[in-house]
Nanobody
Framework: QLQLVESGGGLVQPGGSLRLSCAAS????????IGWFRQAPGKEREGVSC????????NYADSVKGRFTISRDNAKNTVYLQMNSLKPEDTAVYYC??????????????????WGQGTQVTVSS
């Protein structure tokens, strides 16, 4: 059974940093494109970032470009999202997801077939 588990969320002050982890069990992560999505209260889910199977292709939402960095360690079966210069508008539940439907990396949540339970990120002073 494919399982993704997010960790690393928490409460941080504006301007601070967090690193989210997405650990996979039951499957080998390097066969999958991995995406990070987030959903704030009362808002639709939005794509944040994704990384291709090899790690050679990444994609970011305009709202996080230059502040967030996605990476993967296939040996550890884990994908990371380093979030710097956090803003209150980054507050949301963050989810990681996996897909094999098409190569490359696109922030289309309909491509993704396996999802984690989410981790809360709150940016507040």
């Amino acid at each position: 059974q494919l399982q993704l588990v997010e960790s690393g969320g928490g409460l941080v002050q504006p301007g601070g940093s967090l690193r989210l982890s997405c650990a996979a069990s039951g499957f080998t992560l390097n066969y999958y494109t991995i995406g990070w999505f987030r959903q704030a209260p009362g808002k639709e889910r939005e794509g944040v970032s994704c990384i291709s199977r090899s790690g050679g292709s990444t994609n970011y939402a305009d709202s996080v470009k230059g502040r967030f960095t996605i990476s993967r360690d296939n040996a550890k079966n884990t994908v990371y999202l380093q979030m710097n210069s956090l803003k209150p508008e980054d507050t949301a539940v963050y989810y990681c997801a996996a897909q094999t439907r098409r190569p490359g990396c696109y922030l289309a949540d309909t491509d993704f077939t396996s999802w984690g339970q989410g981790t809360q990120v709150t940016v507040s002073s």
